[in-house]
């Protein structure tokens, strides 16, 4: 059998797959965003995706295409959250069973969100364990069936259909992209963008975002190989965004990012707060990035028209209450 290799073709096959689904979510213009930046700025808001973040897409792309005997042998994920929640609704949806190895400092309404959907959760340590190790190692024993988080050409592909629905839903309002914005970790989710924006509209700038302290998208594509960050000391609260190395798959795809900038942990907690109070919008740190760099001024937006992806609600509800309270400091 020829292997699956990410592409265009397979992100409208996903597409196909997700129809009636997923949720094709709104692409949301705000006038009073608008008049502070100085552009048009459209926001793709994933937070209404079925489990509360894009990662539904990728998920559920997959584990439709488990054949009836990998499903009885269900199904093993890592993640520190989102794509848990994912992987465990995609599995509950298709009759099958879902381990989900996560962080031990997951946000507690993440790992509810996962017991909530019927999966089971196996706690490790970020720092001083492996979970690929123990994944593979679930996978291995139990005969489950691996689902990454983004390393993986259909969970790219499924993602993807973000991309092709904010050309499919700027072009309704007859607006032509300049730019579009996303977050950057192990890389799916702007990888299936990237290839959705290069087959239907390719003069469209994709720019990544990442955490400060967590740009491994960033030293890599500079250094023109995949490179792990430095070791960080304090977590950001970017839970979503805290891989350490771009995607193998992944990687070459985003080769075609026009750029990556970074913010600041301050930075995202504004963006947050704004989401909340002006948009009112529920924005989880990780999801918030894209925002985070336009409030901040580290993508020009003046007289131009600006696609953001918001990818995430799923915040855990004391730092949420910090943050738009204004109480939180890093």
Do not use: W
């Not at 960033?218 to 960050?229: D, K, N, P, V, Y």
């Amino acid at each position: 059998m020829t292997e699956h290799t990410a592409s265009f073709d397979g992100v409208l096959d996903a597409a196909s797959c997700l129809a009636g689904v997923a949720v094709r979510t709104p692409l949301i213009e705000s006038p009073a965003l608008n008049e502070r930046l100085g552009g048009r700025v459209l926001l793709k808001a994933e937070t209404l995706q079925v489990a509360g973040a894009f990662k539904f897409r990728g998920a559920y792309n997959r584990i439709s295409r488990l054949t009836d005997e990998e499903r009885s042998r269900g199904v093993v994920a890592y993640s520190s959250g989102n794509h848990a929640q994912a992987v465990a609704a995609a599995a509950r949806m298709m009759g099958t069973s879902a381990i989900i190895v996560m962080p031990a400092d997951s946000p507690k309404v993440k790992v509810e969100g996962v017991i909530a959907f019927g999966g089971e959760v196996r706690f490790y340590d970020r720092y001083t364990e492996s979970r690929e190790a123990i994944g593979e190692e679930i996978a291995s024993t139990r005969g489950s069936v691996l689902v990454r988080p983004f390393d993986d050409p259909f969970i790219i592909e499924g993602q993807g259909t973000t991309g092709l629905e904010i050309v499919e839903q700027s072009q309704a309002l007859g607006a032509n992209l300049d730019q579009l914005l996303c977050g950057a970790s192990g890389g799916g989710l702007i990888a299936g963008i990237n290839l959705s924006m290069a087959a239907r509209s390719p003069s469209t700038r994709v720019i990544g975002v990442e955490p400060q302290a967590y740009n491994d998208t960033q030293i890599s594509l500079a250094a023109g190989e995949r490179l792990t960050h430095p070791p960080v000391e304090t977590p950001s609260i970017c839970d979503a965004l805290m891989t350490d190395r771009p995607g193998e798959l992944t990687f070459p795809i985003n080769r075609r990012l026009e750029k990556v900038v970074t913010v600041t942990d301050a930075e995202v907690a504004e963006a947050v707060r704004y989401a909340f109070r002006t948009l009112k919008l529920v924005v989880e740190p990780g999801g918030a990035v894209s925002l985070a760099a336009l409030l901040a001024g580290k993508v020009e937006t003046g007289g131009l028209t600006t696609a953001v992806v918001l990818s995430g609600g799923n915040v855990d509800p004391g730092l949420f209450a910090e943050i738009i309270e204004g109480r939180f400091a890093r």
